[in-house]
């Protein structure tokens, strides 16, 4: 796989996983929508360093959020 496939790979499961934390919240499990939000933003890591720079915006948002390294 290459590493631009393997990115829109790990960018479709961060949307799936900020999906299901959005469910979380409209159920209201703040609990269970950390952990899919902690999944989205391993999944956006594994995006970016497959593929630096084509996701700005999320690396912005995990520098932010302090959840980049």
């Known amino acids: ?9 790990a960018e479709a499961l961060q949307h799936y996983y900020e999906a299901m934390g959005e469910q979380a ?12 939000s902690d999944q ?3 999944y956006w890591k594994q995006a970016i360093a497959l593929t630096p720079g084509n ?12 959840r980049f390294e």
């Open 55 to 66: 996701y700005i915006e999320a690396h912005n948002w995990l520098k932010i959020t302090r």
């Open 25 to 36: 919240i409209r159920q209201g499990d703040s609990e269970m929508r950390e952990a899919w």
């Open 40 to 42: 989205a933003v391993q």
């Open 1 to 9: 796989m290459s590493a631009q496939s393997e990115g829109n790979y």
